[in-house]
């Protein structure tokens, strides 16, 4: 997904986290300099804190829960589906099979961010 | 006032008259009276007793001793059961002369004549005495064949009344008992019974043994009761038991009784004289020992059914859990086995793509293989996922226009159906209650099915029609594809069953199991009919509703 960013020349707005511990970790240290992510991109099936987890926690928080989270994972299942959306997650992608299949996922991701911006 | 009884003499005829006079001699000379003194107590009785022999019934004259307070007297009394002043007054009004003193009474209609006459012996008249008086007369030697006879008599009738006392006080006795006590002879005849057995049987002892029991015993109980009443046990056995129902005379219903009968033996005799035996009611402990043994039974049944119970509950926990894992398998096949397959995906698809410059010919197919592969298997997974997703847990049973669901299904497969030129044509179609998802995956998976085992030259025909037969909606799905031998049906709506190797036509063998399995979770079924090269139809029986599934 790194890759595919790069290709679209927007890899320096991304912070990547291995996990929902570390994710949460970068949200709070930057909002201390008053950074703010426009788009959450949440994977479900992650070590330590996963998915649901984690989006149970920003929805929780009064400083992150406006930022739109997407879920992005390989599959899941109808009940996890309920699950997310009544936590409050804005919407579902299934990760990408193929080489275009990601460009599209990524280009959808930075389309989403700027409309939110404009 | 004490009397004691010393002899008596009945008065029967005129021997009897000697007899008294005899006696009284004999008592005269025991007080110590001399011999005139002797024969005028002697004449006084006598003359009273004549005229007692006069009454038609007779009297009794019974000879005693008086020895209370200073006087002591010989006391002559005369019983006569008839009362007749006129008959005694003769020979009393004389007597009355000889004696010292006399006493005469009724007490109820008999007549007593008392005759005293006083003595004064040189010893005292003590109990010894007394008694030593009685055996005197006892043992006094007859005077007369007649009167040793009278004697034998009078034995005989004492005997025979006390006999008829003792039986009497037996009778009352065993009447008192609240059982049957009976008497039987030899050949199982009644002798005696108590009161008892006509009380409950309503029966005689002459028409039991006329009937032989037969109203009175149950019938299936009459067979071992008559073997005990009539076989003749012989001798050195001891009491026989055996239980019967008997009826009551007040209806209909029979009771348990015990029959218990002994044979009685003489001391002196070695032969059984006759049988003896008793019926006691045993109807309740009979019940209360049926009703425990029914209870008992109860209880085991119980037991077992508590146990079958428990293993059934064993099993059913072991089912949920051997569910569970199931689930569990669904979970991690959707998540850790898919992500895995989709990096490797991912990533050759990504060198396929971006590395062309860099990779050789060669590599180049290697990496397109397992590109490939890595496609299958996770259509696999995902074939596999949704079979483990159809089940009853899942199922939501809705109203579905069928009609809508082929539309549906046909969108789903838009490409292939465009790729082939295949022609699919639909009746219209009902509104069943059924879960539209797997209604979807249903119509998808026939007419997927029909589309790929089409003949290369021939562009698929599907004809799908429908006629509801009962509650059921019987679908059908006819092609003009490749067809197949029917003795392959069996093994084909099974997993991972395909009739075709891979590189002919592309797929799972999931296809047709999940169309089974999404049939038989709504109630109904799926087959098919075929011929190798001559299209293949597809019947699938659903029921209209599911409140009657």
Not at chain 2, 324 to 341: G, I, K, M, R, T
Not at chain 2, 377 to 403: A, G, V
Not at chain 2, 424 to 436: G, M
Not at chain 2, 495 to 523: M, N, P, V, W
Request: glycine residues 4%; charged residues 25%.
């Amino acid at each position: 997904m790194r890759d595919a960013m790069t290709l679209l020349n927007v890899n320096d707005i991304i912070w990547p986290a291995l996990n929902g511990e570390l994710a949460w970790n970068i949200l709070q240290k930057n909002f201390e300099s008053s950074l703010i992510p426009c788009l959450i991109v949440l994977d479900l099936n992650m070590p330590k804190m996963n998915g649901t987890q984690t989006l149970s926690k920003i929805k929780n928080d009064n400083r992150f829960k406006e930022i739109p989270v997407i879920i992005y994972s390989t599959s899941i299942n109808p009940l996890e589906k309920e699950k997310c959306i009544l936590l409050g997650a804005h919407s579902y992608i299934t990760k990408p099979v193929s080489f275009e299949e990601s460009i599209e996922t990524a280009r959808i991701f930075l389309q989403f961010c700027q409309k939110l911006l404009a | 006032m004490t009397m004691h009884e010393l002899a008596r003499v009945t008065l029967d005829n005129d021997m009897d008259l000697i007899l008294v006079h005899k006696r009284c001699m004999k008592l005269g000379e025991l007080g110590g009276l001399s011999l005139s003194a002797q024969t005028t107590f002697a004449t006084a009785v006598s003359e009273i007793s004549r005229n007692a022999l006069e009454s038609e019934k007779g009297g009794c004259l019974i000879l005693n001793v008086e020895t209370d307070g200073r006087d002591k007297y010989l006391v002559a009394c005369l019983k006569d059961k008839q009362f007749n002043h006129k008959r005694f007054s003769q020979g009393l009004e004389y007597a009355k002369r000889l004696v010292n003193k006399y006493n005469v009474s009724e007490i109820n209609g008999e007549t007593n004549i008392e005759l005293f006459y006083n003595i004064s012996p040189p010893f005292r008249i003590d109990v010894a005495k007394v008694e030593e008086w009685r055996n005197m007369f006892r043992a006094e030697v007859p005077i007369s064949p007649y009167e040793e006879l009278k004697r034998k008599n009078e034995q005989l009738l004492n005997l025979s009344e006390k006999v008829q006392t003792s039986e009497a006080q037996y009778r009352a006795l065993t009447n008192s008992l609240p059982m049957i006590i009976f008497s039987l002879d030899m050949k199982g005849h009644l002798l005696y019974a108590n009161e008892w057995l006509t009380k409950y049987t309503g029966e005689t002892i002459d028409s039991l043994n006329g009937s032989g029991w037969k109203a009175v015993v149950h019938e299936n109980d009459y067979e071992s009761f008559y073997h005990l009443l009539k076989n003749p046990v012989t001798k050195g056995s001891t009491t026989i038991k055996t239980q019967a129902r008997l009826k009551h005379k007040n209806g209909e219903e029979f009771l348990w009784h015990q029959i218990s009968i002994s044979p009685f033996i003489n001391d002196t005799e070695e032969e059984i004289q006759y049988w003896i035996g008793y019926i006691v009611d045993i109807h309740t402990q009979k019940v209360f020992e049926e009703t425990l043994k029914d209870n008992a039974e109860l209880k085991r049944t119980q037991d077992q059914l508590k146990e079958n119970q428990q293993t059934l509950e064993k099993y059913i926990e072991e089912l949920n859990r051997s569910n569970y894992e199931l689930q569990q398998f669904a979970f991690v096949a959707s998540h850790d086995l898919q992500e895995p397959v989709r990096k490797l995906l991912f990533y050759s698809d990504y060198l396929l793509k971006t590395y062309t410059n860099s990779i050789d010919q060669k590599g180049f197919e290697y990496l397109g293989s397992m590109h490939t592969a890595s496609k299958r298997m996770r259509t696999l997974i995902q074939d596999l996922l949704t079979f483990s997703r159809i089940n009853k847990e899942e199922i939501r049973f809705k109203p579905i226009d069928l009609n809508t669901v082929a539309k549906e299904a046909l969108q789903d497969l838009e490409i292939s159906i465009e790729e082939k030129g295949a022609r699919i044509n639909i009746q219209s179609l009902p509104v069943i209650i059924s879960d539209q998802g797997m209604m979807r995956q249903l119509f998808g998976n026939i007419i997927h099915n029909s589309i790929k085992y089409s003949k290369p030259a021939n562009a698929p025909v599907i004809d799908i029609t429908c006629q509801q037969k009962d509650n059921f909606l019987e679908l059908s799905f006819s092609d003009n594809g490749i067809g197949f031998n029917e003795q392959y049906l069996p093994q084909m709506f099974t997993l991972f069953q395909r009739l075709h190797d891979r590189q002919s036509y592309e797929g799972t063998g999931l296809g047709l199991a999940i169309c089974r399995k999404i049939a038989e979770i709504h109630g109904g079924k799926i087959w098919a009919q075929a011929k190798e090269g001559e299209g293949a139809t597809f019947f699938v029986s659903l029921p209209m509703n599911q409140s009657a599934n």
